[in-house]
């Protein structure tokens, strides 16, 4: 995973470590980069089907091993603990605002 | 191959939704980022690969995945919509609700 180039987002809302999985294509993953951006949340990001298929196919491996769960797009990791699988306005707003530090 | 161009993907989009009596999103900005993945897709992988699923563009793979995809009937009877929010039902559509990502249907591989 040390290879990939995450494209940082350096809003000034400090909700803890956020990666976001996504593809280029996605509409919904689209939607979640922008509420991250809208809401000034600092992120990283990378669009994984614009990746080398064989380190798009290694990402997934460890994803789903490391969440033990499968991979959906977007794909968004909290503190490397906590992953939210897909875009819902409602939960962006509780599991990401709601964890807004002071910084 | 001849590459598609946004309005070739807009009229395939606009062909299917007639055939199955669905609507497409008229969310103009959701419905433009569909079918800029729709397109990016089919020039990248020769088929209309879901634009939210991963595919490795493989099509003996992809069979389930090429839009309309074989889980879109079902889910817009459960959800309203299909998988990607391409297309909706009519209920769904009056009600003017907010799209959200639905769960995948598709079986891990």
């Known amino acids: ?103 | 191959m001849k590459e598609k161009t946004y309005e070739d993907v807009k009229y395939f989009s606009e062909m299917v939704a007639g055939k199955q009596l669905w609507i497409l999103n008229k969310d103009e900005e959701h419905l433009e980022m569909i079918i800029r993945g729709l397109q990016k897709n089919y020039n990248r992988y020769g088929y209309f690969a879901c634009p939210c699923r991963d595919s490795d563009g493989v099509k003996s793979e992809d069979m389930d995945i090429i839009c309309p995809c074989k889980y879109s009937r079902p889910d817009i009877e459960e959800y309203g919509h299909c998988y990607c929010g391409l297309y909706l039902d009519r209920e769904f559509y009056n009600k003017k609700k907010e799209l959200s990502s639905i769960p995948e249907r598709r079986k891990p591989a």
């Open chain 1, 1 to 103: 995973m040390d290879k990939i180039c995450f494209t940082e987002e350096k809003g000034g809302n400090n909700c803890g470590d956020i990666t976001v999985y996504a593809l280029s294509t996605c509409a919904f993953c689209k939607k979640a980069l922008k509420f991250l951006r809208e809401n000034s949340v600092y992120f990283k990001y990378v669009y994984v089907d614009d990746l080398d298929p064989e380190l798009k196919l290694q990402i997934k491996d460890e994803l789903r091993s490391k969440f033990d769960r499968e991979v959906g797009f977007p794909f968004l990791i909290i503190d490397d603990e906590k992953t939210i699988v897909g875009f819902t306005e409602s939960e962006y707003k509780e599991e990401i605002l709601g964890r807004q530090k002071n910084s």
